[in-house]
């Protein structure tokens, strides 16, 4: 049978701030465990949290660049459950007046552009880590709560997600956004975006949704991914069986790859909210509003379109150029430095930047050339000819020198004392017209002594690369 | 007034807290006296009246993002009743 499907995601973003939400302890990650708390953070009684400025400024700005309605009165409440990992037994989180609400992400699915709903965005605390013994006859559980109190943004989308690719495009582009406009890191591995997604399933036709079931503790866009079709196929499967839905929450087993229904831990969802009292609200002015706007540069979708016009380079390069704002920094700054072509620009960093930033597994960042050393490089190709750049390109990228000191120390300047060397290859071509005969009836080993004969005279001073195009280009123009 | 016995369960089950039967009585009619109390707010009209959060007059109160030292990490360990090589030690969570 066919059905139609319904997905709504919550995404949680961990903001890049120095400090926790409530508190001056950091919020690094890998630390020893329980050595970034304090009686705040661990909710000890007689504390007064008092809110991060950043990460309120955070929170703003991602609602504003998701095009949300902001709130002119902000408030915290407290989310009330009991779970070990919660210091307090509550979380301090938004509930009635998020920072912004009504806002909307446009994504790319196929080709074409859809737009979704952003129910709303807010600011919360994280709770700390579980671990889990592995021996399954340890009587107990240990916890770490270094991660108690970082600040996350929450974005909830409308339930208008209708299939995996929705999910996927979604999750991509409000991953570039976070990164664009920096405010989370969106380090997967170090769980700073996490998911939660539910999902429903109806006939075609029909005019009634099935029940909903959530999906907690998804780490990943991978996890998103696979718990999601899992939970198609076994819920069409039922429905196929004419069976109901139960409307649950399940958790993903990463392990045996299949969703499982959650036994503990808040089955009744019956949180209590109500407004933190140890926290006055925040009235939002349109003044504050306009300062963190003009914080928002321009997104990767119109960068690419404006990419594509401004620098002549296809949709295809301008998608991978705009992929991180970074790079997309990087090339813009090269086209500032140079006459070189946009295109020719791109090409480097497609084909040779981004290979040398993969193979070493490293970011843009912290790319040892600077686009002044790229742009210095691509200049000088015209001289050195094109297989020396690449070696001087790599030379670069692995010792961090520039250009004209890495063609100097290895003597890969043959124009430099350009008629030197004509000279004596002239002479060469005078005194071998056996070998010039040879290589005229095609014999390519020619080359290669001609080539020999240079370096013996030049001492080995001359690039045998070049020595080889210039032969090439005098022997077949008889010159 | 009256509160259903089930809403008592609940409450006790939310609040982690073991109520005999004889308890449950008591703190029944304790909350519905509560209640009964607090009713009486009912009886003014406040159509007019915004809703209030907050009886405090501040606001947009913040701190910088800047680092403070942690508390030493002995000293929050030693305040719990379990822990183990730095980590807080409870009874096993099942999932
Ligand atoms: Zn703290």
């Given at each position: 049978m066919e059905y139609n499907i319904v997905i709504g995601l919550e995404t949680h973003a961990e903001l890049n701030t120095d400090t926790k939400l409530f508190c001056g302890c950091s919020t690094s990650f890998g630390s020893e465990p329980n050595t970034q708390t304090c009686p705040i953070c661990l909710g000890l009684p007689g504390v007064l949290p008092v809110i991060n400025r950043k990460a309120f400024d955070h929170t703003l700005k991602t609602a504003l660049a998701l095009n949300c309605e902001i709130n002119d009165f902000v408030n915290f409440d407290r989310k009330n459950y009991y779970y070990p990992d919660l210091p307090k037994n509550y979380q301090i989180s938004q509930n009635?007046?998020?920072?912004?609400?009504n806002g909307s992400v446009d994504i790319i699915v196929k080709g074409e552009k859809k737009r979704i709903g952003i129910n709303n965005v807010h600011l919360e605390e994280d709770a700390g880590k579980l671990v889990h013994p592995e021996?399954?006859?340890?009587g107990h559980s240990l916890i770490d709560?270094?991660?108690?109190?970082v600040p996350l943004v929450e974005i909830v989308t409308n339930p208008?997600?209708?299939s995996i690719d929705d999910v996927q495009g979604y999750m991509h582009t409000l991953r570039n956004i976070l990164q664009y406009i920096n405010?989370?890191?969106?380090k997967m591995q170090e769980g700073s975006l996490r998911f939660e997604a539910s999902i429903s399933l109806c006939r075609k036709g029909a005019k009634v949704f099935g029940n909903r079931v959530e999906i907690k503790n998804l780490n990943s866009m991978k996890a998103v991914m696979k718990v999601l079709a899992y939970e198609i196929s076994r819920q069409k499967e039922l429905l196929d069986k004419g069976a109901q839905i139960v409307m649950e929450t399940r958790l993903w087993d990463e392990v045996d790859g299949v969703s499982r229904r959650m036994r503990t831990k808040e089955e009744a969802h019956d949180y209590r909210y109500f407004p933190e009292p140890d926290l006055v609200p925040i009235l939002v002015d349109k003044k504050s509003i306009d300062r963190i706007r003009e914080t928002i540069p321009e997104l990767s979708a119109m960068r690419r379109q404006r990419f594509t016009s401004?620098?002549?380079?296809s949709d295809y390069e301008a998608g991978i150029l705009t992929e991180s704002k970074p790079l997309a920094d990087y090339f813009e700054e090269c086209v500032k430095l140079t006459i070189v072509s946009p295109k020719e620009l791109s090409n480097w960093i497609i084909n040779d930047v981004l290979r040398v930033l993969n193979e070493k597994k490293s970011h843009i960042q912290d790319f040892t050339i600077s686009p002044k050393m790229l742009v210095d490089l691509i200049e000088m190709k015209s001289e050195i000819g094109g297989s020396i750049a690449k070696e001087v390109f790599s030379e670069m990228s692995n010792t961090g020198k520039d250009a004209s000191s890495i063609v100097r120390e290895k003597n890969l300047t043959p124009l430099s004392n350009a008629e030197e060397l004509n000279f004596i290859i002239s002479k060469i071509i005078e005194d071998n017209p056996k070998a010039i005969e040879d290589y005229g009836k095609g014999k390519k080993s020619a080359l290669s002594f001609l080539v020999g004969q240079t370096m013996k005279i030049t001492k080995g001073k001359a690039n045998p690369k070049i020595l080889i195009d210039i032969f090439r280009e005098k022997l077949e123009n008889n010159l | 007034m009256d509160i259903d016995p089930r809403e008592i369960d609940n409450i006790a089950k939310l609040s982690r807290i073991k109520l005999d039967d004889a308890e449950k009585v008591k703190f029944k009619n304790q909350l519905v006296h509560i209640l009964e109390y607090v009713e009486k707010l009912n009886e003014l009209n406040i159509n007019n009246v915004k809703p209030i959060f907050y009886t405090s007059p501040l606001k947009n109160v913040f701190r910088e993002d800047t680092l403070k030292p942690s508390f030493h990490r002995s000293n929050i360990l030693n305040i719990s009743p379990s822990h183990v090589n730095g980590f807080f030690k409870v009874p096993k969570i099942i999932e």
């Open positions: 009635h007046f998020n920072v912004g609400n021996a399954s006859d340890a709560f270094n991660r108690a109190g208008d997600l209708r405010v989370s890191d969106c401004e620098y002549l380079i | -």
